[in-house]
């Protein structure tokens, strides 16, 4: 089946460790892009990518870092310097910038 | 900055009422999209506008982008409990590479 999928689901993690969040899609799209909710709250972009190697930082990018080594993978790291990293994280990709948006189930972190 | 904004941030409805969500951006965007998310769930695409004007409907649903393509609404015709969720709209701002989502607006219903 062709989709995006994230992973973990749930992560639990520990105040001043980094964490690693995985996004992998097999729609082969160029663009993919990472936002995070907060409860009650809408999406914020935190990065976003067009192509293989290459990204920008969106509207609340501090404390996060990305990596596009290959077309199908995204991978979020939440570092120790992201002062509030409890929320739940959705990565999603697009074949093409602003066209339909498929996203993934989302993992929820939280850390104590 | 720039941003998107949705009204009203929270509505309940009795089921078969009328629903409507309006969309504001503080720039002109080259498009707008319009997202459901179920309760629990992730984002799912349903329809993107792009000239001005434009209306769209799915069954139910009637899109509209407004004239100068500052500001989009979305109209539910005699609501289910199946159209539980929040609503979003997103277009690309500061960029055109950069979608960037509304506030949302959740819809409660009442059975």
Not at chain 1, 67 to 76: A, D, G, H, N, T
Not at chain 2, 73 to 81: F, G, W
Request: include cysteine; aromatic fraction near 12%.
């Amino acid at each position: 089946d062709g989709g995006i999928t994230q992973s973990p689901k749930y992560l639990f993690r520990k105040e001043g460790q980094n964490v690693t969040l995985s996004c992998e899609q097999n729609l082969n799209h160029d663009a993919m892009y990472w936002y995070r909710q907060d409860p009650g709250q809408g999406l914020r972009l935190i990065y976003y990518s067009q192509i293989v190697n290459d990204f920008q930082k969106g509207d609340i990018a501090e404390g996060y870092s990305v990596s596009r080594e290959k077309k199908e993978s995204f991978p979020l790291t939440v570092t120790s310097a992201q002062k509030n990293p409890t929320a739940f994280y959705l990565c999603a990709s697009s074949s093409s910038p602003n066209t339909e948006a498929f996203f993934g189930q989302g993992t929820r972190l939280t850390v104590v | 900055g720039q941003q998107v904004m949705q009204i009203p941030q929270y509505q309940h409805v009795q089921e078969g009422e009328d629903f409507t969500t309006y969309c504001n951006s503080s720039t002109t965007l080259s498009n707008i999209q319009w997202y459901k998310q179920r309760p629990g769930g992730h984002p799912v695409f349903l329809i993107q506008l792009v000239k001005s004007g434009e209306v769209k409907k799915q069954k139910r649903l009637t899109f509209q982008f407004g004239e100068a393509k500052k500001n989009s609404s979305l109209h539910i015709t005699a609501t289910q409990t199946t159209d539980v969720g929040t609503y979003f709209c997103a277009g690309p701002l500061g960029g055109y590479q950069k979608v960037t989502f509304g506030t949302g607006t959740k819809l409660q219903v009442i059975p």
